[in-house]
């Protein structure tokens, strides 16, 4: 009988994997999964694009959305709620 891991069930925050929080085989795991076509397609299908990337290059990704998201919020003057 193969070997099953159980895991608590817990959502995965940006922050946990800026702060590398995450088990590094963990995210391989998912990376691959990810890749899995018959997964993206299902992914696609509910409205997901679903994208392998590395911690580190999701990091990136982030910093570059909040710089983006910024000036387009403090050129519209969107006050703080």
Do not use: C
């Not at 946990?16 to 999964?33: A, E, F, G, M, N």
């Amino acid at each position: 009988m193969p070997m099953r891991r159980e895991f608590p069930a817990r959502t995965i925050e940006a922050e946990d994997v800026r702060l590398r929080r995450v088990d590094p085989h963990y995210t391989k795991s998912l990376i691959r999964l990810l890749a899995a076509h018959a997964l993206a397609e299902k992914l696609t299908a509910l409205g997901y694009q679903p994208v392998a990337n590395t911690p580190e290059e999701f990091s990136r990704l982030i910093a570059t959305e909040f710089e983006v998201w910024a000036d387009v919020i403090r050129a519209a003057k969107i006050d703080k709620q």
